[in-house]
Structures are given as structure tokens and as C-alpha cells.
């Protein structure tokens, strides 16, 4: 057999399996695996001694060039994309928003011009639905049938995105007959917005607000409530970035009672806490995101959970706003700063180093929280997710000894600040390929805008 690359000496970890094994790449497919493959006639060789081989990574949760309250978020699906590749992400799942009135397809084709001919890397959409009348139930089959086989939907942000109750219940019965999967923004949004008034009316405005108004019960009560809705409606939930044990506790105990709940969390609740919102001046302005930061105590109980699977994920919720201009336009008032924080490049190195170098879990624990559990409840896999013949050749070649510094000064990402300034993180991507193409090699980009495709996802099929 022929090869057109093949990657030597390496140590493969996926999922289920460590074995120091060659990898076969023909055309953009994994081809073998085996000791020793033949290199005869291979244009390109690359040595992995000492590394670990993963599949690439899923990031099923950004925010790639999104309209937020009068801003956009800084990275497109060209920087964005070019972030995710060199920190080890070979697939993101992106958010296609339907605004009031327009039909769900509407949606799905602004986000496609989007990313047509600037994304790096393969990526697929959930649809964000804010507006859905019984009529355009309907239009969820047709979506799914285009490959955009989840929805999101939210119980926070009244008067923007939030919908009621009968109408998250409608959409996840939609859901239950097709096996589409709701994936849910759980927080109390009605009672958020009477605390934030208060907060207001007593002069409170510095970012730290931001936070301090937004009370782990509100998550939990919606995180609670989603999981009691999904139920009567015979339909599987995905909650996204839960950030507290509150939240934490409700879907342990829906798991444990064998209801198909899933949640994520991100690396910013694993490592960023309440004490960064009491950074001097402005500075906090640049934590502000949503679902806030929490106490402290909570990182050590959502590390608990990525170990003992009550949580299944970690995504980033990469949503960049930069500091001067963007975050500054809420100054005077923190309900007027853009919310969103960047985080889509060091997701892999942040989850490696707190997760496996710190002793936690297994780097397999590590593959499955990053790609194969993302594959797999998003219809992805086993095209994407694992290293097996016939998958799409999306690996990472993974120095887990070398460390670095995150910072803003040395990052991708088209924003001016880090939320991860100054921590050191052990394990970091050393090259990386996208459907058997080498995109980054040598701290260098080597692919092209363009070549990322959409993928027509699947339904979900369970863990
Ligand atoms: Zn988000």
C-alpha cells in the first residue's frame, strides 16, 4: 500500500485506546494504522516520536462573526477558524441565528455566506431559534434534513432570545419526532432582568455587576427545568456552558435517573473565578461573559464532573469582543458590554494541562471530552472523532511535555486581550492536519481560507 503521508513513531491515544502505532493517510482519509507502515512513495513523513497522535478537535460551541448588541464579534470564520487550528480544533459548530420573523433557513444561509471560502477547517451549525410559531415547526425537519440536526434555544435574555416555556416544550417534542437535539441556554432570565433593574437603580454599573446579578439559582432552577421539559417531551437536552455545581447537581441527578442529558462546560469556568471580576478599573469588563464567572469552589467540582462523566464536554464559547471599542462601550453601564469572551485556541493545552498533567484523568478521558463525545452527540462521528481506516484525516500531533504561556501577545485570535494571560499550560499541539492536509506546522499556518467544508451532520445517536 501506498501512503501520501504518514505519520511515524507516534503514540495514538483515542477515546478507548493508547497504542504506538504508524498512521496511513491517502488522499484526506486515514488509510492504516499499523507498526511500520511502508514510506515508499509517501510525499510527506512526519515524525511524532514522543507525542501523542489524537484526533483533531471539536469545538462545538462559537460564535464566529456574530451581531451582539450593536457590535461584532472580532474573529470571522477566517482568523476564528485559523485560532481553533493552530490550539488543535479541526471542527467547530457554529451558531446560525434566526432573528423575529424570519423563517429558520434564512438563518442557516446567512451563516453559510459567512464561512463559505474563509473558513480553514471543516465546520457545521446548530440554528439558534428566538421566533417560533407553531407554523414553522415545520421548518426544524427541513433543517435537519440539510444537516443542521440541533437547535438552540434560551431561557435567559427576555425581549432578545428568550422563549417560554410552551414554546421550548413544542420545540423539544419537534425535536423527540425527527431525532432532532435541543441544546439549551439555562438561566432564569425573567428573574435576572428584576435583579439587574435593582442593580441599576442603586447605581451599581461596574462590570463586576455583570456577575454579581446573575445568581447560580438561575441556573440551576432553568438547568432544572429544561431537564423536567426535555422529559415530558420524550427528548434528549444538551445544556451548554454550565458553570456551577448548582447546575452541575441537577444534571448528575437526571443522569443518574437514565434520562439522555448532556451538558459542556468551558475552560474559562475551569480556570477564571469571581476574583478576576475584582481587576482594577475597567479590567473586568473583559470576564464578562454569560453564564458569569462563580466562586472559586466550583472549578475543583466541574473538573469532578469532566472525570466522572456528569459532564461530557468541554467547548469554549469563543465569542471575542476586544477590549478598547468593543467591551468600552459599556463603560457607564455593564449591561451595555458585549458578552462574550475568546477562548477557541487553547481549549486542547487548558483541558490537557488542568485535566491530564495535573493528574485528574487519562489523556483517553482527555480525547473523548475534546472530540469523540463532541462527534458522537452531533452526528459527526465516525467521520470525525476518532482515529480509525476511514475517518477523515484530522489529527493532532500532541507534545504533551512542552509548555507555554497564553498570552494575548503571542495568540491567533483577533482580539486584543487574553482571558488566560500568564497561565502556563502543559501540552500543547505541534502540528496539526485538516482532512490529511498539514495546516499548522512549525508554530507556522500552512492551509488556505476556503479549505474548510460544511458537514451535513447526522442525528444524534447517543454516547
Ligand atoms: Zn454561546
Given at each position: ?62 460564535h464566529l462573526d456574530m451581531?451582539?448588541?450593536?457590535t461584532t464579534s472580532a474573529d470571522d470564520?477566517?482568523s476564528g477558524?485559523?485560532a ?234 469563543h465569542c471575542p469582543f476586544c477590549f478598547k471599542e468593543q467591551k ?10 458585549p458578552?462574550g469572551g475568546p ?70 485570535m483577533k482580539v486584543d486581550y ?46
Amino acid at each position: 500500500m501506498r501512503f501520501d503521508t504518514v505519520i511515524q513513531n507516534g503514540t495514538i491515544v483515542t477515546a478507548a485506546d493508547t497504542c504506538a502505532a504508524d498512521v496511513g493517510i491517502v488522499g484526506d482519509k486515514v488509510a492504516a494504522i499499523g507498526s511500520r507502515l511502508p514510506v515508499d512513495g509517501a510525499s510527506k513523513l512526519i515524525d511524532a516520536a514522543g507525542h501523542y497522535v489524537i484526533p483533531g478537535g471539536i469545538d462545538v460551541h462559537t460564535h464566529l462573526d456574530m451581531p451582539f448588541g450593536g457590535t461584532t464579534s472580532a474573529d470571522d470564520f477566517e482568523s476564528g477558524t485559523i485560532a481553533a487550528a493552530f490550539g488543535g480544533t479541526t471542527t467547530l459548530i457554529d451558531f446560525a441565528i434566526q432573528y423575529k420573523g424570519q423563517t429558520l433557513r434564512t438563518a442557516f444561509d446567512s451563516w453559510m455566506s459567512k464561512a463559505s471560502g474563509k473558513a480553514v477547517i471543516d465546520y457545521a451549525f446548530h440554528c439558534i431559534i428566538t421566533d417560533l410559531p407553531d407554523a414553522r415547526l415545520e421548518e426544524m425537519s427541513a433543517l435537519v434534513r440539510e444537516g443542521v440536526s440541533t437547535f438552540k434555544l434560551f431561557m435567559a435574555y427576555p425581549g432578545v432570545f428568550m422563549l417560554d416555556d410552551a414554546t421550548i416544550f413544542k420545540a423539544m417534542s419537534q425535536a423527540a419526532k425527527f431525532g432532532g437535539m435541543i441544546c439549551m441556554h439555562s438561566e432564569n432570565g425573567g428573574a435576572i432582568d428584576v435583579i439587574v433593574q435593582r442593580a441599576l437603580a442603586e447605581g451599581k454599573k461596574a462590570p463586576k455587576y455583570h456577575a454579581l446579578t446573575r445568581p447560580t439559582t438561575a441556573e440551576a432552577e432553568a438547568t432544572s427545568r429544561a431537564i423536567a421539559l426535555a422529559e415530558m417531551a420524550g427528548a434528549p437536552v444538551y445544556i451548554v456552558h454550565l458553570s456551577c455545581n448548582d447546575a452541575l447537581e441537577k444534571v448528575r441527578e437526571a443522569r443518574d435517573r437514565g434520562l439522555p442529558v448532556f451538558a459542556e462546560t468551558c475552560p474559562q469556568y475551569l480556570y477564571l473565578s469571581l476574583e478576576n471580576m475584582d481587576a482594577p478599573g475597567f479590567e473586568a469588563a473583559k470576564y464578562v461573559f454569560t453564564p458569569p464567572l462563580r466562586e472559586k469552589w466550583h472549578q475543583e467540582k466541574l473538573w469532578q464532573g469532566l472525570a466522572q462523566d456528569a459532564l461530557q464536554v468541554v467547548s469554549t464559547d469563543h465569542c471575542p469582543f476586544c477590549f478598547k471599542e468593543q467591551k468600552e462601550m459599556g463603560k457607564d453601564d455593564f449591561t451595555k458590554i458585549p458578552n462574550g469572551g475568546p477562548g477557541i485556541e487553547h481549549r486542547l493545552s487548558l483541558v490537557y494541562s488542568g485535566g491530564v498533567h495535573a493528574g485528574r484523568f487519562s489523556p483517553n478521558r482527555f480525547v473523548q471530552l475534546v472530540s469523540t463525545a463532541p462527534a458522537k452527540l452531533f452526528g459527526l462521528y465516525p467521520r470525525k472523532g476518532t482515529i480509525a481506516v476511514g475517518s477523515d484525516a484530522d489529527l493532532v500531533v500532541f507534545n504533551p511535555k512542552r509548555e507555554e504561556i497564553i498570552s494575548a501577545s503571542t495568540h491567533h485570535m483577533k482580539v486584543d486581550y487574553s482571558m488566560f494571560e500568564g497561565i502556563k499550560v502543559t501540552g500543547v499541539p505541534d502540528l496539526v492536519l485538516s482532512r490529511g492536509n498539514v495546516v499548522i506546522e512549525n508554530n507556522k499556518f500552512v492551509g488556505r481560507p476556503g479549505a474548510g467544508s460544511f458537514l451535513r451532520r447526522g442525528l444524534f445517536t447517543g454516547l
